[in-house]
């Protein structure tokens, strides 16, 4: 009897831990094709853009920020004006993020539109 309940429960175990997450979309479903985050910083601004990356920071208080960063830079994203936070979404999660180039500053930053981890 022991012996098939740990079987039971080694294969409960497996089928959980081995199952895929759905995916989280926050805002608007991220669509396009991604690019490199040094190549958002030379676009017009007001220009949409997609972008894949790790969140490595984000509003300790709020979540309405974040950094994200990819193998070729960092970029600050806003989601005040979309309409969602990132406080539920766990740092060094990766991101898709839509959105349009937006100057923050002397930089270059992403005004969101939507989210999907």
């Known amino acids: 009897m ?6 039971t429960l080694t294969g409960l175990l497996l089928a959980v831990g081995c199952s895929k997450r759905e995916a989280v ?18 676009v017009a601004q007001g220009t949409a853009v997609v ?3 790790v ?3 984000k509003c300790p208080v709020a979540g ?3 950094r994200l960063r990819d193998g070729t830079g960092r970029i600050k994203v806003d ?9 539920g979404v766990p740092v060094n999660s990766k991101l898709t993020v839509s959105g349009k ?4 500053g002397d930089d270059v930053a992403i005004e969101a539109l939507g989210i999907r981890y």
């Open 2 to 7: 022991k012996r098939i309940r740990a079987i």
């Open 25 to 42: 979309v926050l805002g608007q479903v991220p669509a396009g094709e991604p690019r490199s985050i040094s190549s958002i910083k030379t």
């Open 51 to 53: 972008i894949d990356g």
């Open 55 to 57: 969140m490595v920071e």
């Open 64 to 66: 309405c920020w974040f």
């Open 79 to 87: 989601t005040r004006s979309a309409g969602f936070v990132v406080a």
């Open 101 to 104: 180039a937006v100057m923050d």
